[in-house]
Protein backbone atom coordinates (compact mmCIF):
# COMPACT_ATOMS: atom_id res chain seq x y z
CA UNK A 1 0.00 0.00 0.00
CA UNK A 2 1.22 3.44 -0.84
CA UNK A 3 2.01 5.78 1.94
CA UNK A 4 -0.10 8.42 2.53
CA UNK A 5 0.43 12.01 2.32
CA UNK A 6 -0.88 13.06 5.65
CA UNK A 7 -2.51 10.53 8.14
CA UNK A 8 -4.73 11.08 11.07
CA UNK A 9 -4.66 8.39 13.28
CA UNK A 10 -6.93 8.30 16.09
CA UNK A 11 -6.23 11.86 16.96
CA UNK A 12 -8.24 14.05 19.83
CA UNK A 13 -7.49 17.36 20.77
CA UNK A 14 -8.22 18.46 24.43
CA UNK A 15 -8.88 21.79 25.93
CA UNK A 16 -8.27 22.99 29.11
CA UNK A 17 -8.26 20.33 31.91
CA UNK A 18 -10.55 19.20 34.60
CA UNK A 19 -14.00 20.60 34.76
CA UNK A 20 -12.86 23.06 32.42
CA UNK A 21 -11.62 20.36 29.76
CA UNK A 22 -13.32 20.72 26.24
CA UNK A 23 -12.81 17.99 23.13
CA UNK A 24 -12.39 19.96 20.43
CA UNK A 25 -11.79 16.85 18.27
CA UNK A 26 -12.31 13.16 18.95
CA UNK A 27 -10.92 10.01 17.59
CA UNK A 28 -10.36 11.12 14.06
CA UNK A 29 -8.83 8.69 11.53
CA UNK A 30 -8.55 9.79 7.95
CA UNK A 31 -6.21 9.68 4.85
CA UNK A 32 -5.08 12.64 2.80
CA UNK A 33 -3.44 11.04 -0.50
CA UNK A 34 -0.06 12.58 -2.60
CA UNK A 35 -1.35 15.02 -5.06
CA UNK A 36 -4.99 15.05 -4.00
CA UNK A 37 -7.32 18.19 -3.03
CA UNK A 38 -9.26 17.06 -0.32
CA UNK A 39 -11.57 19.96 1.31
CA UNK A 40 -12.78 19.34 4.59
CA UNK A 41 -16.15 21.14 5.72
CA UNK A 42 -18.44 20.91 8.74
CA UNK A 43 -20.40 23.23 11.27
CA UNK A 44 -18.41 25.56 13.54
CA UNK A 45 -16.57 24.26 16.55
CA UNK A 46 -16.07 20.73 14.57
CA UNK A 47 -12.22 21.34 14.71
CA UNK A 48 -11.79 21.53 11.28
CA UNK A 49 -8.82 24.59 11.78
CA UNK A 50 -7.51 22.32 14.88
CA UNK A 51 -6.71 19.14 12.66
CA UNK A 52 -5.55 21.79 9.74
CA UNK A 53 -3.32 23.30 12.59
CA UNK A 54 -2.04 20.19 13.63
CA UNK A 55 -0.91 19.34 10.20
CA UNK A 56 0.79 22.59 9.68
CA UNK A 57 2.95 22.16 13.11
CA UNK A 58 1.58 25.11 15.31
CA UNK A 59 -0.91 23.00 17.56
CA UNK A 60 0.13 19.42 19.24
CA UNK A 61 -2.61 17.13 19.66
CA UNK A 62 -3.97 15.44 23.15
CA UNK A 63 -3.08 11.94 22.03
CA UNK A 64 -2.74 9.77 18.76
CA UNK A 65 -0.86 10.60 15.68
CA UNK A 66 -0.85 13.02 13.41
CA UNK A 67 1.58 11.84 10.12
CA UNK A 68 3.08 13.85 7.58
CA UNK A 69 4.75 11.73 5.13
CA UNK A 70 4.63 9.00 7.30
CA UNK A 71 6.82 11.09 10.09
CA UNK A 72 4.94 12.42 13.31
CA UNK A 73 4.63 16.57 12.59
CA UNK A 74 6.77 18.34 15.81
CA UNK A 75 6.75 21.83 14.07
CA UNK A 76 5.95 24.00 11.56
CA UNK A 77 8.71 23.68 8.02
CA UNK A 78 8.49 24.93 5.21
CA UNK A 79 7.26 21.70 3.61
CA UNK A 80 3.76 22.41 4.83
CA UNK A 81 2.66 25.57 3.37
CA UNK A 82 0.18 27.59 4.81
CA UNK A 83 -2.38 29.71 3.82
CA UNK A 84 -4.85 31.91 6.43
CA UNK A 85 -7.91 33.82 6.30
CA UNK A 86 -6.82 36.75 7.31
CA UNK A 87 -3.65 36.54 4.28
CA UNK A 88 -1.51 37.33 7.25
CA UNK A 89 0.67 39.22 4.51
CA UNK A 90 3.39 41.15 5.97
CA UNK A 91 2.45 45.04 5.90
CA UNK A 92 5.74 46.16 6.05
CA UNK A 93 6.81 44.50 2.94
CA UNK A 94 5.91 44.78 -0.75
CA UNK A 95 4.01 41.96 -2.73
CA UNK A 96 7.44 40.52 -4.17
CA UNK A 97 9.41 41.21 -0.68
CA UNK A 98 6.64 38.60 1.13
CA UNK A 99 6.98 36.15 -1.86
CA UNK A 100 10.78 36.08 -0.69
CA UNK A 101 10.43 35.96 3.09
CA UNK A 102 10.56 32.25 2.75
CA UNK A 103 12.99 31.80 0.21
CA UNK A 104 15.47 34.35 2.03
CA UNK A 105 15.26 32.21 5.25
CA UNK A 106 15.99 28.97 2.77
CA UNK A 107 19.23 31.24 1.99
CA UNK A 108 18.65 31.61 -2.21
CA UNK A 109 20.99 33.92 -3.59
CA UNK A 110 18.92 37.38 -4.14
CA UNK A 111 18.58 37.02 -8.01
CA UNK A 112 17.35 33.20 -7.98
CA UNK A 113 14.77 34.76 -5.05
CA UNK A 114 13.83 37.24 -6.88
CA UNK A 115 13.42 35.02 -10.66
CA UNK A 116 10.94 32.49 -7.96
CA UNK A 117 9.59 35.03 -7.03
CA UNK A 118 8.31 37.01 -9.91
CA UNK A 119 7.37 33.59 -11.48
CA UNK A 120 4.58 32.31 -8.62
CA UNK A 121 3.30 36.29 -8.78
CA UNK A 122 2.69 35.81 -12.37
CA UNK A 123 1.05 32.48 -11.90
CA UNK A 124 -1.24 34.09 -9.87
CA UNK A 125 -1.58 37.40 -12.08
CA UNK A 126 0.38 39.92 -9.64
CA UNK A 127 3.30 41.22 -11.41
CA UNK A 128 2.82 44.31 -12.08
CA UNK A 129 2.00 44.81 -8.46
CA UNK A 130 5.44 43.38 -7.07
CA UNK A 131 6.56 46.46 -5.57
CA UNK A 132 2.92 47.50 -4.16
CA UNK A 133 1.92 47.41 -0.52
CA UNK A 134 -0.52 45.28 0.92
CA UNK A 135 -2.58 48.08 1.87
CA UNK A 136 -3.13 49.12 -1.52
CA UNK A 137 -4.20 45.24 -2.60
CA UNK A 138 -7.98 44.00 -2.89
CA UNK A 139 -8.98 41.20 -0.57
CA UNK A 140 -9.00 38.85 -3.50
CA UNK A 141 -5.21 40.41 -4.59
CA UNK A 142 -3.62 39.79 -0.99
CA UNK A 143 -5.41 36.60 -0.87
CA UNK A 144 -3.58 35.49 -4.21
CA UNK A 145 0.18 37.09 -3.08
CA UNK A 146 -0.36 34.69 0.14
CA UNK A 147 -0.83 31.48 -2.31
CA UNK A 148 2.34 32.90 -4.21
CA UNK A 149 3.95 33.32 -1.26
CA UNK A 150 3.00 29.61 0.00
CA UNK A 151 3.55 28.32 -3.20
CA UNK A 152 7.47 30.08 -4.02
CA UNK A 153 8.68 27.67 -0.75
CA UNK A 154 7.79 24.74 -2.51
CA UNK A 155 6.02 23.06 -0.09
CA UNK A 156 4.68 18.96 -1.13
CA UNK A 157 1.61 20.40 0.89
CA UNK A 158 -0.70 22.93 0.93
CA UNK A 159 -2.54 23.88 3.93
CA UNK A 160 -5.68 26.41 3.47
CA UNK A 161 -7.91 27.44 6.54
CA UNK A 162 -11.19 28.85 5.17
CA UNK A 163 -8.36 31.14 2.73
CA UNK A 164 -11.81 32.60 0.33
CA UNK A 165 -14.11 33.06 3.45
CA UNK A 166 -13.44 37.01 3.57
CA UNK A 167 -14.13 37.49 -0.32
CA UNK A 168 -17.59 38.13 -1.96
CA UNK A 169 -19.35 35.53 -4.09
CA UNK A 170 -17.70 36.17 -7.00
CA UNK A 171 -14.09 36.76 -6.32
CA UNK A 172 -14.30 33.89 -4.47
CA UNK A 173 -15.57 31.43 -8.15
CA UNK A 174 -12.40 33.20 -9.56
CA UNK A 175 -10.16 32.00 -7.17
CA UNK A 176 -11.41 28.29 -7.03
CA UNK A 177 -10.67 28.46 -10.43
CA UNK A 178 -7.81 29.91 -10.10
CA UNK A 179 -6.56 27.58 -6.83
CA UNK A 180 -7.88 24.44 -9.68
CA UNK A 181 -5.68 26.14 -12.27
CA UNK A 182 -2.48 26.52 -10.81
CA UNK A 183 -2.57 23.44 -9.16
CA UNK A 184 -3.09 21.68 -12.36
CA UNK A 185 0.00 22.70 -13.30
CA UNK A 186 1.78 22.34 -10.11
CA UNK A 187 0.39 19.27 -8.33
CA UNK A 188 0.48 19.48 -4.74
CA UNK A 189 -1.30 17.90 -1.82
CA UNK A 190 -4.15 20.61 -0.54
CA UNK A 191 -6.15 20.42 2.15
CA UNK A 192 -8.79 22.90 1.97
CA UNK A 193 -10.77 23.64 5.36
CA UNK A 194 -13.88 25.57 4.63
CA UNK A 195 -17.79 26.39 5.42
CA UNK A 196 -19.11 26.67 2.00
CA UNK A 197 -20.58 23.37 0.79
CA UNK A 198 -20.39 24.05 -3.04
CA UNK A 199 -17.00 25.35 -2.35
CA UNK A 200 -15.91 21.86 -1.06
CA UNK A 201 -16.97 19.82 -3.97
CA UNK A 202 -16.43 22.13 -6.49
CA UNK A 203 -12.50 21.69 -6.23
CA UNK A 204 -11.97 18.26 -4.47
CA UNK A 205 -11.77 14.80 -5.18
CA UNK A 206 -12.98 14.13 -1.94
CA UNK A 207 -14.74 16.21 0.57
CA UNK A 208 -13.98 15.11 4.19
CA UNK A 209 -17.44 15.92 6.45
CA UNK A 210 -16.88 16.51 10.20
CA UNK A 211 -19.79 16.45 12.98
CA UNK A 212 -19.17 19.21 15.68
CA UNK A 213 -19.49 19.01 20.02
CA UNK A 214 -17.05 17.12 20.11
CA UNK A 215 -15.72 17.33 15.97
CA UNK A 216 -15.86 14.53 14.61
CA UNK A 217 -15.22 12.05 11.37
CA UNK A 218 -18.93 12.17 10.33
CA UNK A 219 -18.58 11.00 6.40
CA UNK A 220 -15.69 10.61 3.92
CA UNK A 221 -17.58 11.47 0.50
CA UNK A 222 -15.98 11.19 -3.09
CA UNK A 223 -16.40 13.33 -5.80
CA UNK A 224 -16.43 11.52 -8.84
CA UNK A 225 -16.05 14.89 -11.21
CA UNK A 226 -13.96 15.64 -14.24
CA UNK A 227 -10.98 17.75 -14.31
CA UNK A 228 -10.85 20.43 -15.54
CA UNK A 229 -13.51 21.82 -13.57
CA UNK A 230 -15.48 24.09 -15.14
CA UNK A 231 -18.94 26.03 -15.03
CA UNK A 232 -20.06 23.35 -16.73
CA UNK A 233 -19.15 20.84 -14.57
CA UNK A 234 -20.55 23.36 -11.55
CA UNK A 235 -23.73 23.53 -13.27
CA UNK A 236 -23.98 19.58 -13.96
CA UNK A 237 -27.02 17.72 -12.32
CA UNK A 238 -23.99 14.95 -10.75
CA UNK A 239 -22.62 17.96 -9.42
CA UNK A 240 -25.99 18.61 -7.59
CA UNK A 241 -26.24 15.06 -6.73
CA UNK A 242 -22.87 15.29 -4.68
CA UNK A 243 -23.32 18.78 -3.29
CA UNK A 244 -26.83 17.59 -1.90
CA UNK A 245 -25.18 14.82 -0.34
CA UNK A 246 -22.68 16.60 1.25
CA UNK A 247 -25.22 19.49 2.82
CA UNK A 248 -26.95 16.34 4.44
CA UNK A 249 -24.38 15.06 5.64
CA UNK A 250 -23.17 18.20 7.32
CA UNK A 251 -26.28 18.81 8.27
CA UNK A 252 -27.54 15.42 9.67
CA UNK A 253 -30.21 14.80 7.41
CA UNK A 254 -28.58 11.92 6.08
CA UNK A 255 -30.81 8.92 7.60
CA UNK A 256 -34.08 10.87 8.68
CA UNK A 257 -37.12 10.84 6.27
CA UNK A 258 -37.09 14.06 5.19
CA UNK B 1 -3.75 31.75 -16.05
CA UNK B 2 -6.53 33.51 -16.49
CA UNK B 3 -5.58 36.72 -14.89
CA UNK B 4 -8.57 37.89 -12.28
CA UNK B 5 -9.30 41.26 -12.74
CA UNK B 6 -10.45 42.28 -9.04
CA UNK B 7 -8.99 46.00 -9.19
CA UNK B 8 -6.67 47.55 -6.79
CA UNK B 9 -7.78 49.69 -4.20
CA UNK B 10 -7.34 53.29 -4.62
CA UNK B 11 -4.09 54.94 -2.54
CA UNK B 12 -6.00 56.00 0.59
CA UNK B 13 -6.29 59.61 0.75
CA UNK B 14 -3.39 61.61 1.48
CA UNK B 15 -4.06 63.38 5.15
CA UNK B 16 -1.42 66.34 4.83
CA UNK B 17 -2.82 69.65 5.16
CA UNK B 18 -4.57 71.00 1.81
CA UNK B 19 -3.59 74.87 1.34
CA UNK B 20 -7.25 75.95 2.12
CA UNK B 21 -5.97 74.56 5.29
CA UNK B 22 -2.51 76.77 5.71
CA UNK B 23 -5.06 79.61 4.79
CA UNK B 24 -7.18 79.41 7.78
CA UNK B 25 -4.58 78.09 9.87
CA UNK B 26 -2.68 81.94 9.10
CA UNK B 27 -5.67 83.30 9.49
CA UNK B 28 -6.55 82.23 12.72
CA UNK B 29 -3.07 83.23 14.05
CA UNK B 30 -3.33 86.73 12.58
CA UNK B 31 -7.16 86.69 14.21
CA UNK B 32 -5.76 85.75 17.45
CA UNK B 33 -2.60 88.54 17.54
CA UNK B 34 -5.15 90.92 16.25
CA UNK B 35 -7.75 90.54 19.37
CA UNK B 36 -4.43 90.68 21.79
CA UNK B 37 -3.86 93.94 20.29
CA UNK B 38 -7.31 95.28 20.45
CA UNK B 39 -7.10 94.33 24.33
CA UNK B 40 -3.80 95.60 25.08
CA UNK B 41 -4.51 98.60 23.25
CA UNK B 42 -7.97 99.55 24.63
CA UNK B 43 -6.31 99.00 28.13
CA UNK B 44 -8.51 96.03 29.37
CA UNK B 45 -4.94 93.91 30.40
CA UNK B 46 -1.74 94.81 31.19
CA UNK B 47 -0.23 92.22 28.70
CA UNK B 48 2.68 93.71 26.70
CA UNK B 49 1.46 94.27 22.85
CA UNK B 50 2.42 92.12 20.16
CA UNK B 51 4.92 94.71 18.93
CA UNK B 52 6.72 95.13 22.45
CA UNK B 53 7.29 91.27 22.87
CA UNK B 54 8.69 91.43 18.87
CA UNK B 55 11.21 93.74 20.16
CA UNK B 56 12.01 92.27 22.84
CA UNK B 57 12.66 89.06 20.33
CA UNK B 58 14.74 90.67 18.41
CA UNK B 59 16.72 92.20 21.01
CA UNK B 60 17.33 89.08 22.55
CA UNK B 61 17.91 87.51 19.55
CA UNK B 62 20.48 89.83 18.61
CA UNK B 63 21.97 89.94 21.66
CA UNK B 64 22.21 85.91 21.62
CA UNK B 65 20.29 85.47 24.66
CA UNK B 66 17.40 83.94 23.36
CA UNK B 67 19.84 81.26 21.25
CA UNK B 68 21.35 80.50 24.38
CA UNK B 69 18.23 79.68 26.34
CA UNK B 70 16.82 77.55 23.80
CA UNK B 71 20.11 75.92 23.40
CA UNK B 72 20.19 75.40 27.01
CA UNK B 73 16.62 73.79 27.12
CA UNK B 74 17.19 72.12 24.27
CA UNK B 75 20.38 69.99 24.97
CA UNK B 76 18.79 68.61 28.30
CA UNK B 77 15.42 67.61 26.46
CA UNK B 78 17.45 66.02 23.79
CA UNK B 79 19.98 64.46 26.16
CA UNK B 80 17.19 63.29 28.13
CA UNK B 81 15.00 62.29 25.31
CA UNK B 82 17.52 59.97 23.70
CA UNK B 83 18.85 58.28 26.79
CA UNK B 84 15.17 57.47 27.67
CA UNK B 85 14.21 55.99 24.42
CA UNK B 86 17.52 54.25 23.74
CA UNK B 87 16.87 52.37 26.89
CA UNK B 88 13.01 52.48 26.59
CA UNK B 89 13.05 50.02 23.17
CA UNK B 90 14.98 47.24 24.56
CA UNK B 91 13.31 46.98 27.87
CA UNK B 92 9.82 47.13 26.36
CA UNK B 93 10.71 44.58 23.68
CA UNK B 94 12.00 42.74 26.59
CA UNK B 95 8.90 42.85 29.14
CA UNK B 96 6.70 41.86 26.04
CA UNK B 97 8.48 38.95 24.73
CA UNK B 98 8.84 37.39 28.12
CA UNK B 99 6.15 36.81 30.98
CA UNK B 100 9.02 37.20 33.36
CA UNK B 101 10.68 40.37 32.72
CA UNK B 102 7.06 41.76 32.49
CA UNK B 103 6.44 40.42 35.63
CA UNK B 104 10.11 42.18 37.47
CA UNK B 105 9.71 45.13 35.85
CA UNK B 106 5.88 46.22 35.17
CA UNK B 107 4.89 46.96 38.96
CA UNK B 108 8.02 49.57 39.03
CA UNK B 109 7.03 51.47 35.64
CA UNK B 110 3.40 51.57 36.70
CA UNK B 111 4.60 52.96 40.71
CA UNK B 112 6.64 55.24 38.74
CA UNK B 113 4.64 56.65 36.10
CA UNK B 114 2.03 58.03 38.59
CA UNK B 115 4.78 59.98 40.29
CA UNK B 116 4.60 63.27 38.17
CA UNK B 117 8.69 63.54 37.21
CA UNK B 118 8.56 66.61 38.58
CA UNK B 119 8.40 65.37 41.85
CA UNK B 120 11.10 63.74 41.84
CA UNK B 121 13.30 66.98 41.44
CA UNK B 122 13.82 67.54 45.23
CA UNK B 123 15.10 63.90 45.30
CA UNK B 124 17.37 64.51 42.33
CA UNK B 125 18.99 67.72 43.62
CA UNK B 126 20.18 66.71 46.72
CA UNK B 127 21.28 63.39 45.05
CA UNK B 128 22.78 64.72 41.90
CA UNK B 129 23.87 68.26 43.37
CA UNK B 130 22.32 71.45 41.08
CA UNK B 131 24.35 71.19 37.92
CA UNK B 132 22.72 69.63 34.70
CA UNK B 133 22.62 65.52 35.71
CA UNK B 134 19.44 66.26 38.02
CA UNK B 135 17.10 67.89 34.87
CA UNK B 136 18.92 65.08 32.59
CA UNK B 137 17.71 62.55 34.94
CA UNK B 138 14.14 63.46 35.31
CA UNK B 139 14.22 64.39 31.61
CA UNK B 140 15.23 60.86 31.06
CA UNK B 141 12.68 59.34 33.23
CA UNK B 142 9.72 61.30 31.80
CA UNK B 143 10.38 60.02 27.96
CA UNK B 144 11.76 56.34 29.54
CA UNK B 145 8.30 55.86 31.02
CA UNK B 146 5.66 57.01 28.02
CA UNK B 147 8.32 55.22 25.58
CA UNK B 148 8.67 51.77 27.55
CA UNK B 149 4.94 51.45 28.25
CA UNK B 150 4.07 51.76 24.10
CA UNK B 151 6.40 49.58 22.99
CA UNK B 152 5.81 46.63 25.45
CA UNK B 153 1.87 47.39 24.01
CA UNK B 154 3.03 47.41 20.82
CA UNK B 155 4.70 44.21 21.06
CA UNK B 156 2.13 42.23 22.96
CA UNK B 157 -0.49 43.24 20.09
CA UNK B 158 1.50 42.33 17.50
CA UNK B 159 -1.48 40.11 15.60
CA UNK B 160 -0.73 36.49 16.14
CA UNK B 161 -1.32 35.52 12.76
CA UNK B 162 1.96 37.10 11.44
CA UNK B 163 3.82 34.84 14.08
CA UNK B 164 1.94 31.82 12.21
CA UNK B 165 2.86 33.13 9.26
CA UNK B 166 6.58 33.61 9.67
CA UNK B 167 6.61 30.23 11.64
CA UNK B 168 5.66 28.19 8.68
CA UNK B 169 7.41 29.38 6.19
CA UNK B 170 10.38 28.44 8.65
CA UNK B 171 11.48 31.24 10.55
CA UNK B 172 13.45 31.02 13.97
CA UNK B 173 12.28 32.67 16.65
CA UNK B 174 15.21 35.35 16.19
CA UNK B 175 13.99 35.97 12.54
CA UNK B 176 10.62 36.18 14.03
CA UNK B 177 11.81 38.95 16.41
CA UNK B 178 13.67 40.83 14.05
CA UNK B 179 11.19 40.55 10.62
CA UNK B 180 8.12 40.52 12.63
CA UNK B 181 7.76 41.98 15.57
CA UNK B 182 9.97 44.81 15.63
CA UNK B 183 8.72 46.23 11.97
CA UNK B 184 4.95 45.32 13.57
CA UNK B 185 5.61 47.08 16.41
CA UNK B 186 7.36 50.43 15.05
CA UNK B 187 3.89 52.02 14.93
CA UNK B 188 3.13 51.83 18.54
CA UNK B 189 7.07 52.91 19.83
CA UNK B 190 6.83 56.19 18.06
CA UNK B 191 3.60 57.52 18.97
CA UNK B 192 5.41 56.52 22.33
CA UNK B 193 8.59 58.39 21.25
CA UNK B 194 5.85 61.22 20.42
CA UNK B 195 3.79 61.38 23.66
CA UNK B 196 8.36 61.34 25.43
CA UNK B 197 9.14 63.65 23.64
CA UNK B 198 6.02 65.87 24.49
CA UNK B 199 6.51 65.53 28.53
CA UNK B 200 10.11 65.43 28.29
CA UNK B 201 9.76 69.30 26.76
CA UNK B 202 6.66 69.96 29.46
CA UNK B 203 8.84 68.89 32.13
CA UNK B 204 12.37 70.57 31.13
CA UNK B 205 10.90 73.98 30.99
CA UNK B 206 9.03 73.10 34.90
CA UNK B 207 11.98 71.73 35.86
CA UNK B 208 14.25 75.29 34.65
CA UNK B 209 11.53 77.23 36.80
CA UNK B 210 12.90 75.73 39.59
CA UNK B 211 16.27 74.81 39.76
CA UNK B 212 18.80 76.00 36.76
CA UNK B 213 21.36 79.34 35.52
CA UNK B 214 20.36 78.67 32.28
CA UNK B 215 17.27 77.67 29.55
CA UNK B 216 13.70 79.29 28.84
CA UNK B 217 12.10 78.34 32.20
CA UNK B 218 14.95 79.91 34.06
CA UNK B 219 14.73 82.93 31.82
CA UNK B 220 11.27 83.22 32.53
CA UNK B 221 11.23 82.64 36.08
CA UNK B 222 14.11 85.35 35.84
CA UNK B 223 11.62 87.86 34.12
CA UNK B 224 8.83 87.58 36.81
CA UNK B 225 11.37 89.40 39.28
CA UNK B 226 11.35 91.81 37.53
CA UNK B 227 7.66 92.45 36.42
CA UNK B 228 9.27 91.88 33.04
CA UNK B 229 6.26 90.78 30.31
CA UNK B 230 7.72 90.25 27.43
CA UNK B 231 10.60 88.63 28.24
CA UNK B 232 8.34 86.18 29.65
CA UNK B 233 6.14 85.84 26.25
CA UNK B 234 8.62 85.48 24.28
CA UNK B 235 10.17 82.68 25.89
CA UNK B 236 6.47 81.22 25.96
CA UNK B 237 6.51 81.91 21.94
CA UNK B 238 9.89 80.06 22.02
CA UNK B 239 8.63 77.19 23.81
CA UNK B 240 5.26 76.74 21.95
CA UNK B 241 7.61 76.73 18.59
CA UNK B 242 10.58 74.24 19.27
CA UNK B 243 7.62 72.58 21.11
CA UNK B 244 5.58 72.44 17.43
CA UNK B 245 8.57 71.77 15.38
CA UNK B 246 10.01 68.54 17.59
CA UNK B 247 6.76 67.05 16.99
CA UNK B 248 6.25 67.66 13.69
CA UNK B 249 10.03 65.85 13.03
CA UNK B 250 8.97 63.13 14.82
CA UNK B 251 5.37 62.99 12.81
CA UNK B 252 7.56 63.13 9.72
CA UNK B 253 10.16 60.25 10.96
CA UNK B 254 6.67 58.35 11.72
CA UNK B 255 5.10 58.76 8.29
CA UNK B 256 7.78 57.50 6.73
CA UNK B 257 8.71 54.55 8.97
CA UNK B 258 5.23 53.29 8.84
CA UNK B 259 3.72 54.61 5.29
CA UNK B 260 3.07 50.76 5.20
CA UNK B 261 0.56 51.15 7.45
CA UNK B 262 -3.40 51.17 6.48
CA UNK B 263 -5.30 54.50 7.61
CA UNK B 264 -8.21 54.99 7.89
Known amino acids: MAEAKISFRNVAKVFGAGTNAFTAIQNLTFDIEDGEIVTVVGPSGCGKSTAMNMVAGLMSQS ?46 GKVERRQRAMHYLGLVGLADFADSYPKTLSGGMKQRCAIARAYAVNPTVLLMDEPFGALDALTRVKLQNQLLETWSKDKRTVMFITHDVDEAVYIAHRVIVLAANPGRLQEIIDVDLPFPRDDEVRLSPEFAEIRNRVWRAVYHRDTEAA | MSVVSDIAVSEPGNRRWAPGNLFWATLSFAGGIGL ?131 RVLGASDGTIFARVIIPASTPFILVGFRIGL ?67
Do not use: C
Not at chain 1, 77 to 85: C, E, L
Open chain 2, 36 to 166: WWLATVAGFSELPTPWSVLTRMIELGIDGQLWLDMYASLRRVLIGFALGSILAVPVGFLMGWYNIARALIDPWIQFFRVIPPLAIIPLAIVTMGIDETPKIFVIFLAAFLSAVVSTYQGVISVDKTYINAA
Open chain 1, 63 to 108: SGEVLVDGKPVSRPGPDRGVIFQQYALFPWMTVRENVEFGLKLQKL
Open chain 2, 198 to 264: GSAWATVVAAELIAAQSGLGFRMQQAQLYYDLPTIFVSLVAIGILGLIMDRVVVRVEERLTHWQERV
